[in-house]
């Protein structure tokens, strides 16, 4: 009773309407702990427990897992009255404040999946429209948009997942951003996931409570955090709230009459997410069914996730049909426990029916073990219950239903599809169908077709098989068929299905039959009705126009398909001219003068009957109400008579013996014999108790012994064991008590009972065995066993408790009365025993041990830890389904065993991480540690927020800093020794540099260096620590920053010694350092796939570090490769240098020096093209080329004279050669906006002083940093112009360029910014000429 009414009451709790109730629930923020109020009692400890396990998450969440009691809630003590209990407001209670939040406010519904989530949208609406909101049906306009979801598939979900994306953006884009609430079945299963995605979703509420979700609003309108409730319910079937339909113009309706689901099948999630079953009372559902008559539904649908398996228990006598339709099909059975009693779905069925014979009666979604004859007898009696039933098949394969663990065979299948058919012959039949479960081989699966083709479904759903996590076939089972296999059966079984469906509905082809219209189609706006037997049927008639909805209408059938019928209107069936109607009908039937003498009687007496039976079962109803309420009455009015008299009569007695004691002159004494009797008596009982002992104390002795010797096999009774033995103890107790036994017959009842104290100890041992062998007696579905042990434990903590009390009493009573004598008979004092406790220790040892052993045994040290995971969550999973079910609610057994085994592991993995670990090893157990949490979270819904202590005792960042610190040392270890080689190798140059496979220099080292890095990040990547992946990023940067100044300030000294000191170089130095360029391109490349690689498999947060890490490191091996380039320039420029250094003198004027230059470049261009990494090469010519163009302009800086005319006829030449030369290696555009600064020069000599100015300001607007002093330099140095012209010319210019300093277009940077002889703007040249 306690924990019905709990359950029951939960619900009422969060609607703010009920404080009597248990509430378990866990706060997700870390004032949570402190913010309960404590209460006394174990149920309370538990829940403050649980309380501060959860301390530190961040979300409120309600659940059936965790929290604390009701009693936290409460807004006084249990010790007040009821009435003042009920007063208390809510207000009163701190974390439920009743806010107006929802006054006026509007909301948005999609709904998702099945027909229970239309229903259960349409309850919802009910539940918010009283609460204040309205309804929109624009996105745009919701202050909250509800998304009713399903999880039955994993497509589905994916659904609700992007539509959510799509819901986080419209909130970033709109002024007031509405709430996302995600209802339903995916809410119930992925809770916690749903709040912690990124702050999609605000409230989540599971299909249980509803009534709470304006509450839940309430609080989220005032927090930051999300909420949600997701407690299932063991009774909750909303049947107080009438529904707000979604569409108010339908006239088919759905209705709830059940939730949940007990089959457990082992592909389904609906038991995880929709709880187990309980159902309405009939006569609400009948009262609602009346009610949608009345309001003009023409159609009702009975829903249910099991629909048949209804049983209302709500009466003790239900009509004298209790068990009417309670026997399973033929051949089928149940993996559970079913219950006895209550009105069955037949008799629902019946009067649901009687409701109103116009209206039309569907029944969905059944199970095929739940179609008793009497159910079949309903549907066959009475013609407005649709002749179309529903039989899931799923699988056509024996063995196949075995695993989905279904109940039946496809022999009991086809054996009861064959039984409907002959009890009602013109039924037509739907199914579902799974393809490719968990092992499904290819026999299997042609088994499946078989059925199909054997039965002929008229309508099928078939899909491929989608794990779904928490089901049995998740826990036991792999998901091992192909998603090509999948797709393949699927398709085999919808093409088995359509042929066998299109040949079954030709068969009613040139019939008749009776079409409820419903409307025009969506798409494309078809006049639709459904008959009897769940077909869609088209109506092409040009009298459709004046059908409305909810009109029967009479058709023949034209055409067929598998999926639907087409049809022609004959007759128009409505209430207006329902009598006109039976006139027509009653004149197809009598269409000849004969038939009013030969079958008019007939049908008189046929109608006649039919109209009788009706009446009778009215009569029936009506008279069993009669004779129910006349027989309370008359049980009522005898029983106050029977208490009147019984009154009187007890009035004479007490009357008559105050008579008969004045009557008595000795009355005391007589009394004082009879005290005497009663004392005898008691001393006989006494003795032959006492005599009997012994004979009592050998027997149970015996029990013992007996079972202590069968104990393998079971055969012993734990209670009749321990009941003797407690009456043995009693008895002593007894003997003992007395007071006035002199000492030497109290020795002598020790020495008697002395024996009695072993035997208690032995019992106490073999009890405590029982207990050890819990795991073995459920794996052997011995649980009754574990039951009696719990027996025992509570009788005995019941004593203990009593024993207290007495204590307490006795000492109440002696402070009250120091010299009262203790009264004869008392008992001795009885020692506690304290089984409870005995019993929790015990469980902690056995734990402790199991653990232990598996660690030393299979484990076998931390190369094993990682199996560590799978058995806790075996053994929890097994304790789950197997032992805890047999202890009380009040244990918390589970809760008990989970800490057991998780402070085992803690204990068991600190020792093994107390020693010094190398690298390898703390990664595994930093693995580990994610791998145990999430196996825990993901198999047994257990947070990690739960489990304490924490594992490794919050030494998870300390032993991630010490990996760190070993890594980073082993890799500047390996670098060192790596660079040291690679730099004395470089700076020998004793051989050649090696030669990859595609002719590129190569050193090596960049294979050696990234086999290191890419050991630790694959070893920290298995250990999904994200963070700590780039923490060792940042420490490999610091050693690749040193890396790379090292092989600069090499690259430099090498450069330096070979280009002043070319005698004391070692040969090679363009070789090695080509080679060293192309290494660091290998790095490059190499960080660049683990950024790409690596970095996809990180969380978005990481992602963006490792990414940006990675980058750095690419970032400085280029830098690295660039250097070496710019050397190999250098060198190349050091070569040219006496040639670069004549230009614009009399040599160059006289000589062709350009020839020399050309071939030195092309010798050295030879080497680059073959040796170098093509991108470096591209690089490098480019920079050569600049250089090349450069060195013309630096050479005006020099004592050099530029001779009008004959300058600008060697420069064009000369740039003439050189494109030829360079357009061969580069892109010619490339190559001509480079040498274009030439030109540039080669147009200021030629230039005449008129045009000086134009074309000095044509060239600026391209070239914005054009230095002024090489004009002048230009200008003063070309042997046409006058002093005092070029004085002219060039204040005129100074001028110009004064004003042009600060505008940004004089910032940007060109070639010219490249000068080494000049400076951007002119400043070094300026006033040189004044």
């Known amino acids: 009773m306690r924990i019905a009414a709990g359950i029951a009451a939960r619900q009422c709790v969060l609607a703010g309407s009920c404080n009597r109730a248990t509430l378990r629930w866990a706060r997700q923020a870390s004032s949570a702990a402190g913010s309960v109020p404590s209460n006394d009692g174990p149920d309370a400890a538990a829940a403050a427990k649980a309380v501060s396990r959860a301390g530190k998450r961040r979300h409120l969440v309600f659940n059936n897992r965790t929290g604390p009691s009701l009693h936290h809630f409460l807004a006084q003590p249990l010790g007040k009255s009821a009435a003042g209990a009920s007063a208390a407001t809510p207000e009163e209670i701190p974390y439920m404040q009743v806010t107006d939040w929802g006054q006026g406010r509007k909301y948005y519904v999609e709904v998702y999946g099945c027909q229970m989530n239309v229903n259960d949208t349409e309850i919802l609406m009910a539940v918010l429209n009283k609460a204040g909101y309205r309804r929109t049906m624009a996105l745009e306009d919701a202050d909250v948009v509800f998304l009713m979801t399903c999880a039955i598939r994993e497509k589905a979900e994916d659904r609700i997942w992007s539509r959510l994306a799509f819901l986080k953006s419209l909130k970033t884009k709109a002024d007031r951003a509405p709430m996302v609430g995600v209802l339903g079945c995916m809410a119930e299963r992925l809770k916690e996931k749903l709040l912690d995605s990124d702050k999609l979703v605000d409230v989540v509420c599971g299909p249980d409570a509803y009534r709470s979700l304006p509450r839940l609003l309430s609080l989220r309108s005032t927090s930051a955090d999300g909420v949600a409730n997701v407690m299932l319910s063991a009774d909750e079937t909303y049947a107080d709230i009438t529904p707000v339909r979604l569409d108010a113009n339908k006239i088919s309706v759905h209705l709830s009459i059940m939730r949940g689901c007990n089959n457990m099948c082992s592909f389904c999630i609906v038991p995880f997410t929709r709880g187990t079953e309980r159902s309405r009372d009939i006569d609400s559902i009948v009262s609602e069914v009346r009610g949608l008559s009345q309001q003009g539904i023409r159609e009702v649908t009975l829903l249910g996730q099991n629909v048949n398996s209804y049983r209302d228990t709500s009466q003790s006598r239900a009509y004298g049909t209790q068990g009417y339709g309670a026997d399973l099909s033929r051949g089928f059975s149940t993996i559970y426990r079913r219950k006895e009693g209550g009105r069955r779905f037949a008799e629902l069925l019946q009067r649901v029916a009687q409701v109103d014979p116009e209206m039309r009666?569907?029944?969905?979604?059944?199970?095929?073990?739940?179609?008793?004859?009497?159910?079949?007898?309903?549907?066959?009696?009475?013609?407005?219950?649709?002749?179309?039933?529903h039989l899931p098949l799923q699988s056509g394969s024996t063995s196949c239903l075995e695993r989905m663990r279904r109940g039946y065979s496809r022999e009991a299948f086809l054996g009861l599809v064959r039984h409907i058919r002959r009890i009602i012959p013109d039924v037509t039949f739907s199914t579902d169908v799974i393809a490719g479960f968990c092992g499904e081989t290819e026999a299997e699966h042609q088994d499946t077709v078989s059925v199909m083709r054997a039965v002929g479904f008229d309508m099928a759903f078939m899909f491929a098989y989608s794990m779904r996590e928490r089901t049995h076939a998740h826990r036991r089972f792999q998901d091992d068929v192909p998603p090509e296999v999948k797709a393949r059966r699927l398709q085999e079984i919808i093409e088995a299905f359509h042929s066998t469906a299109r040949e079954r509905n030709q068969r009613f082809v040139g019939t008749q039959g009776l079409v409820l219209y419903e409307g025009l189609t969506r798409r494309h706006a078809r006049p639709f009705g459904s008959d009897d037997y769940g077909h869609k049927v088209f109506l092409d008639s040009p009298g459709v126009a004046g059908l409305r909805p909810g009109d029967y209408a009479r058709v023949r059938i034209d055409s067929a398909t598998s999926a639907s019928l087409t049809a022609s209107l004959n007759e128009l069936v409505s209430d207006s001219n329902a009598r006109q109607?039976?006139?027509?009908?009653?004149?197809?039937?009598?269409?000849?003068?004969?038939?009013?003498?030969?079958?008019?009687?007939?049908?008189?007496?046929?109608?006649?009957?039919?109209?009788?039976?009706?009446?009778?079962?009215?009569?029936?109803?009506?008279?069993?109400?009669?004779?129910?309420?006349?027989?309370?009455?008359?049980?009522?009015?005898?029983?106050?008579?029977?208490?009147?008299?019984?009154?009187?009569?007890?009035?004479?007695?007490?009357?008559?013996?105050?008579?008969?004691?004045?009557?008595?002159?000795?009355?005391?004494?007589?009394?004082?014999?009879?005290?005497?009797?009663?004392?005898?008596?008691?001393?006989?009982?006494?003795y032959r108790q006492f005599s009997e002992f012994h004979q009592q104390h050998m027997h149970v002795r015996e029990m013992l012994t007996d079972a202590q010797e069968n104990f393998d096999q079971g055969n012993f009774n734990l209670l009749r064991l321990h009941c003797f033995l407690h009456k043995l103890e009693d008895f002593r107790n007894s003997a003992l008590g007395f007071t006035d036994v002199d000492i030497d017959s109290k020795q002598t009842l020790n020495q008697m009972f002395g024996g009695l104290d072993g035997l208690v100890r032995e019992f106490e041992d073999f009890l405590w065995m029982v207990a050890g062998s819990m795991y073995d007696l459920a794996l052997r579905s011995r649980s009754n066993v574990i039951v009696h042990l719990l027996k025992v434990v509570e009788f005995e903590e019941a004593a203990d408790r009593a024993q207290e009390r007495e204590r307490e009493g006795a000492a109440a009573a002696a402070a009250a009365a120091p010299l009262s004598p203790t009264p004869s008979g008392h008992k001795a004092e009885r020692a506690p025993k304290h089984y409870k406790k005995k019993l929790l220790e015990f469980i902690h040892t056995f734990v402790s041990s199991r653990v232990s052993e598996f660690f030393a045994q299979e484990a076998g040290g931390l190369e094993g830890i990682t199996e560590v995971t799978g058995f806790v969550v075996d053994e929890l999973t097994f304790v789950g389904d197997a032992v805890a079910p047999a202890f009380p609610a009040s244990y918390y057994i589970f809760d008990v065993f989970v800490d057991e085994y998780h402070q085992a592991v803690v204990a068991n993995t600190n020792t093994l991480a107390s020693g010094d670990l190398d690298g390898g090893s703390i990664l595994l157990l930093l693995r580990w540690v994610r791998e145990y949490h999430g196996a825990i979270r993901k198999e047994l819904s257990i947070p990690k927020d739960q489990l304490r202590p924490a594992l490794l005792e919050g030494r998870e960042d300390q032993l991630a800093q010490e990996y760190l610190e070993i890594a980073s040392g082993k890799i500047r270890e390996w670098t060192s020794n790596l660079m040291r080689s690679e730099n004395e190798s470089f700076v020998s140059r004793q051989d050649a540099p090696n030669m990859g496979e595609d002719g590129l220099y190569v050193t090596g080292g960049s294979i050696y260096l990234f086999e290191i890095v890419n050991q630790n990040i694959e070893l920290v990547t298995e250990a999904q620590?994200?963070?700590?992946?780039?923490?060792?990023?940042?420490?490999?940067?610091?050693?690749?920053?040193?890396?790379?100044?090292?092989?600069?300030?090499?690259?430099?000294?090498?450069?330096?010694?070979?280009?002043?000191?070319?005698?004391?170089?070692?040969?090679?130095?363009?070789?090695?350092?080509?080679?060293?360029?192309?290494?660091?391109?290998?790095?490059?490349?190499?960080?660049?796939?683990?950024?790409?690689?690596?970095?996809?498999?990180?969380?978005?947060?990481?992602?963006?570090?490792?990414?940006?890490?990675?980058?750095?490191?690419?970032?400085?091996?280029?830098?690295?490769?660039?250097?070496?380039?710019?050397?190999?320039?250098?060198?190349?420029?050091?070569?040219?240098?006496?040639?670069?250094s004549v230009l614009f003198t009399a040599e160059w004027y006289q000589d062709d020096l350009l020839q020399p230059v050309i071939e030195t470049l092309k010798d050295y261009c030879q080497d680059f093209h073959d040796h170098l990494d093509k991108y470096l090469y591209r690089r490098l010519m480019q920079d050569l080329l600049s250089r090349f163009a450069l060195s013309y302009v630096d050479a005006i800086a020099g004592k050099v004279k530029l001779l009008k005319g004959k300058a600008s006829e060697k420069l064009n030449l000369e740039m003439h050669r050189a494109s030829k030369?360079?357009?061969?290696?580069?892109?010619?555009?490339?190559?001509?906006?480079?040498?274009?600064?030439?030109?540039?020069?080669?147009?200021?000599?030629?230039?005449?002083?008129?045009?000086?100015?134009?074309?000095?300001?044509?060239?600026?607007?391209?070239?914005p940093d054009l230095p002024l002093a090489l004009i002048e330099d230009i200008l003063s140095k070309r042997d046409d112009l006058e002093k005092q012209q070029l004085k002219t010319i060039l204040e005129s210019l100074r001028q110009k360029a004064k004003g042009d300093t600060g505008s940004s277009l004089a910032k940007q940077r060109t070639l010219f910014s490249k000068l080494k002889n000049y400076t951007p703007l002119g400043n070094a040249a300026k006033g040189r000429f004044l």
């Open 361 to 389: 009666v569907r029944f969905t979604s059944p199970h095929p073990k739940d179609f008793p004859d009497e159910l079949l007898h309903v549907i066959r009696d009475n013609p407005n219950v649709c002749r179309n039933i």
């Open 1025 to 1140: 620590r994200a963070k700590l992946l780039c923490d060792l990023m940042v420490e490999c940067n610091k050693i690749f920053q040193d890396i790379g100044k090292q092989w600069r300030e090499l690259l430099e000294k090498e450069k330096t010694k070979q280009i002043e000191a070319p005698e004391t170089a070692a040969e090679g130095l363009v070789d090695y350092t080509m080679a060293l360029a192309n290494e660091q391109i290998r790095s490059v490349v190499q960080a660049e796939t683990i950024r790409d690689e690596t970095g996809e498999r990180l969380t978005r947060t990481h992602q963006e570090r490792f990414k940006a890490e990675l980058s750095q490191t690419m970032d400085i091996f280029m830098g690295v490769a660039e250097a070496a380039t710019q050397t190999l320039a250098d060198i190349v420029f050091s070569d040219l240098r006496p040639i670069t």
């Open 581 to 686: 109607y039976a006139i027509q009908r009653l004149a197809k039937l009598l269409r000849h003068p004969d038939d009013l003498a030969y079958r008019a009687e007939d049908l008189r007496r046929k109608l006649a009957q039919e109209k009788l039976l009706i009446d009778a079962q009215l009569n029936t109803d009506v008279r069993r109400q009669f004779d129910d309420v006349q027989e309370g009455l008359e049980l009522l009015y005898s029983t106050s008579g029977q208490i009147g008299r019984v009154k009187t009569d007890m009035q004479k007695v007490d009357e008559l013996c105050h008579r008969a004691q004045s009557y008595l002159s000795n009355f005391d004494r007589i009394q004082q014999i009879s005290i005497a009797n009663r004392n005898f008596a008691k001393a006989d009982e006494f």
């Open 1221 to 1263: 030369f360079f357009k061969e290696h580069m892109d010619s555009a490339a190559v001509s906006e480079t040498l274009n600064i030439v030109r540039i020069l080669i147009s200021l000599i030629d230039s005449t002083p008129a045009m000086i100015f134009l074309e000095f300001f044509s060239v600026k607007k391209q070239y």
